[in-house]
């Protein structure tokens, strides 16, 4: 059971999207993101420049020789605005230099401030005046070149308060969602932020349109399969802490008492009941059903933007999607047995996007 137990530790840590090849443009265009959080050190007041690049360095993990900022982000986060001014069959001329760097601009402080703001909730960055400087810094510069590429958008300006104000709703919910399918709505909310860049982008490409809105949908969906492959990924380290995750939403009431109580017990008392949560897990093939609402999730996406000819985009999901379809496969195969007919037919949620 012991090594049963390592195995399937092994394989939940090891889980992953599949890799995505870059052409020299997309690699040209990534490097603009990390541009963005070098311009944004330099705009501060000098006296803290080098300490807040040092942070910065010190918070990404980065060595003086490898600066990418965004290393740990897979690339639709970001490559999503890539294809919509350069690689989409909708067209893209009413779109102006400076509405792509606007939205690059916007973009990349909102992916730095996603993160940062995760990690001070929950108590993983100290918080210090530099980091309060950056995070302040970091917000006006977003604020600012969302509010210029809202410029001439049809209700741009409140679609960008509409968006913050969900974002920060979501954050300082101090509510827990009590399903699956709440946890990932509430998931979307708190990337909100993150939505703002390329919706005002497509709706400058369109206006009011289905473009506009499935390219919001496929955000959400990218969003919440890479927050679901995160919950899988750090299972053991969120039932050590008694951090709620997917997982959690997804055991009996007796088994989420005993995961919310890990971190009163003795240590003998938390060894057992992870003991038995991780058996239950495994009895009941709960990551497998994760990861088949992962799978579900990226195909839906990739779906809604390649009915609209971003095709490019709907690749790299799919890119990503890949292993984790065939992962069943290889597993079921282990135990001599072929197909996904192990995975339960009863869905985690009944509001699965359609294949």
């Known amino acids: 059971m012991k090594s049963q137990t390592r195995d399937f ?50 918070y990404s993990r980065l060595n003086f020789v490898d600066m990418d900022f965004f290393a740990n982000y897979y690339p639709p986060a970001w490559s999503i605005l890539y294809w919509l001014g350069y690689g989409s069959a909708v067209p893209a001329q009413r779109l102006r230099k400076r509405d792509v760097t606007n939205a690059v601009t916007a973009h990349a402080m909102a992916m730095f401030l996603h993160s940062l703001d995760d990690h001070l909730i929950d108590k993983q960055v100290p918080v210090s005046p530099l980091l309060l ?21 049809p209700a741009g300006k409140s679609t960008v308060r509409r968006f ?28 909100a932020i993150g939505m703002i860049a ?28 890479w927050r679901l492959l995160d919950d899988v990924k750090d299972i053991a380290e969120d039932i050590e802490k008694g951090s709620h995750s997917a997982i959690y939403l997804c055991l009996p009431e007796k088994l989420t008492s ?28 709960l990551i497998d059903r994760i990861r088949q609402r992962i799978w579900a999730e990226l195909e ?12 490019g985009l709907a690749g790299e999901f799919r890119c990503l999607a890949y292993p984790l379809r065939n992962s069943a496969n290889s597993r079921e195969e282990d135990n001599g047995r072929v197909g996904l007919s192990g995975i339960p037919s009863t869905p985690l949620s009944s509001h699965l996007p359609a294949r």
């Open 9 to 58: 530790l092994l394989y939940c840590k090891t889980m992953d999207f599949g890799k995505i090849e870059f052409s020299k443009k997309e690699s040209a265009f990534y490097r603009r993101f990390n541009n963005e959080i070098v311009s944004l050190c330099r705009t501060l007041p000098q006296s803290v420049q080098t300490d807040a690049m040092l942070f910065l360095m010190q």
């Open 133 to 153: 400087l950056l995070r302040s810094q970091a917000w006006t510069i977003m604020h600012r070149a969302c509010l210029n590429l809202a410029g001439g958008v």
């Open 164 to 191: 913050t104000g969900e974002y920060y709703s979501s954050i300082q919910d101090a509510n827990g969602p009590e399903s699956l399918d709440s946890y990932c709505s509430r998931f979307r909310s708190q990337m």
């Open 198 to 225: 390329p919706v005002l982008l497509s709706r400058k490409m369109t206006g009011f349109s289905d473009f506009t809105r499935d390219i919001e949908r496929a955000c959400g969906s990218f969003g919440v399969a």
């Open 258 to 285: 005993k995961w919310d109580n890990n971190t009163r017990t003795s240590r003998a008392a938390a060894k057992d009941s992870t003991k038995a949560i991780l058996g239950h897990i495994m009895e009941h093939r």
């Open 300 to 311: 839906a996406a990739a779906s809604l933007v390649e009915a609209h000819g971003v095709t």
